[in-house]
């Protein structure tokens, strides 16, 4: 016989304890183990091995579940709590750059005429405005990096 198609009985002999297989292939393999004992022996001693794993019992302490249920319920509350504040930061991002937006030409013509004043060079005025723009990102970036700190900080407690 095909060495191929005993590699085929083998793998769908174990396809069909893990996932099962379809009946066509049932069908073929039923018609297989049939005709060869070694293939049959094969599947034997899967099924024999597949109810002995069945019968194995593994003790998990009686508190496992309540700590389990536990840590489930803190990290509920962990999301939840980071959600809220999550929530605040777009919504202030959001509002801080729609009232950059909307101020962006007023601002501009604030720092030309203060540089103009002062008597500062334009490429540092312009770098005074692209910093203003740039303010309210550095701030979510710092309040967000607080929050990983202190997250991590408390962690280690």
Known sequence: MNEDVHVRAERLILENHVEHISEHEREWLDRHL?????????AGATEEA????????????????????LRVYLRIEELQRRGRHGWALWVSCGLSWGLGIA??????RGFEWAGDQ????????????????????????????????????????
Not at 34 to 42: I, Q, S, Y
Not at 50 to 69: G, I, K, T, W
Not at 119 to 147: D, H, K, S, T, Y
């Open 50 to 69: 597949m109810r002995s794993l069945c019968a194995v019992s593994v003790p998990f302490p009686p508190s496992l579940a309540s700590r389990a249920q």
């Open 103 to 108: 101020s962006a030409r007023y601002v501009w």
């Open 118 to 157: 002062i008597g500062i060079p334009n490429v540092v005025w312009q770098m005074g405005f692209a910093l203003w723009w740039a303010l309210p990102a550095l701030v979510a970036a710092g309040i967000l990096l607080i929050e990983k700190l202190r997250e991590g900080w408390s962690e280690t407690q």
């Open 34 to 42: 049939e005709a060869c004992t070694d293939c049959d022996r094969v």
